[in-house]
C-alpha cells in the first residue's frame, strides 16, 4: 500500500510541474503579446475609457437638467371644439396662423431685445372671422413655453420656463393701454368662442 501511495504522489507532483510549466509559458506568450501589441492596447484602453467619460459627463448633464427642470403645476387641458359648420380657414390654414401669431409674439427690435409685432397680430386676427375659428387656432398653437418675453432659448431657459396657452401668450403680449384697438379685437374674438379673455 505504501508503495502505491507514493508513485501516485508522484504522478500528482509531475502533473503539477507540468502544469506550472504550462501556465508559465502561457503567461510568458501573454505578456510578450502584450508588450508587442502594447500601443494597439492602450489605443483601445483610451477609446473605452473615453466613451465611458463620455457617458457619464451626458448623464451629469441630464441630471443637471432635471434639477433645474420647474416643478409640474396642476393645469386643466381646456376641451376646445370647433363647430365645422361656423369655420372660415381650414385646419391647415390654423396651424399657419398659429405660427403667425407665435413669430409676432417672439419678434426682436432692431438691437435684439424681445419686441411684439401687433401689425402681424392683427393681420392674423383679421383672417380669424368667427369664434371656432379661433378654437382651431386656439388647439393649433396648443401650449409653447415662455420665458422672459418670449420662446426660451438657452438650455436653463428651456428647462425653468412653463408652458401657457394662445390667451395667456396674447394677454401677455398686448398691453390693453398701449395697444386699445388690437387687445379689443382679441377680447371680442375670444369671447365669440365662448372663452374669457
Known amino acids: 500500500m505504501k508503495k502505491k501511495k507514493s508513485l501516485s504522489n508522484k504522478v500528482g507532483k509531475i502533473a503539477t510541474k507540468e502544469n ?3 501556465t508559465i509559458k502561457k503567461a510568458n506568450e501573454t505578456s510578450s503579446f502584450i508588450i508587442e501589441n502594447k500601443n494597439a492596447f492602450l489605443l483601445g484602453t483610451g477609446v473605452i475609457l473615453g466613451i465611458l467619460a463620455i457617458r457619464e459627463i ?15 403645476v396642476d393645469f386643466i387641458e381646456p376641451e376646445i371644439t370647433p363647430a365645422t359648420n361656423n369655420l372660415t380657414i381650414s385646419s391647415q390654414e390654423s396651424v399657419n396662423l398659429a405660427k403667425s ?4 409674439m417672439n ?22 372671422q368667427t369664434g ?31 408652458a ?4 395667456y401668450w396674447l394677454k401677455a403680449e398686448v398691453d390693453p393701454f398701449w395697444d386699445e384697438t388690437l387687445y379689443n379685437t382679441i377680447k371680442h374674438r375670444v369671447e365669440s368662442a365662448g372663452l374669457i379673455f
Do not use: C, H, M
Not at 451626458?58 to 409640474?72: L, M, N, T, Y
Not at 401669431?101 to 409676432?104: E, F, K, P, V, Y
Not at 419678434?107 to 380669424?128: C, N, R, S
Open 20 to 22: 506550472v510549466k504550462k
Open 58 to 72: 451626458k448623464k451629469s448633464f441630464q441630471r443637471v437638467g432635471e434639477a433645474f427642470e420647474s416643478e409640474a
Open 101 to 104: 401669431l407665435l413669430d409676432a
Open 107 to 128: 419678434a426682436t427690435t432692431f438691437i435684439g431685445l424681445p419686441a411684439t409685432d401687433e401689425q402681424k397680430i392683427a393681420d392674423v386676427f383679421k383672417k380669424i
Open 132 to 162: 371656432d375659428d379661433f378654437k382651431l387656432v386656439f388647439n393649433a398653437f396648443a401650449k409653447r413655453k415662455r420665458f422672459a418675453g418670449g420662446t426660451p432659448t438657452s438650455y436653463v431657459a428651456k428647462k425653468t420656463a412653463e
Open 164 to 167: 401657457y396657452d394662445l390667451i
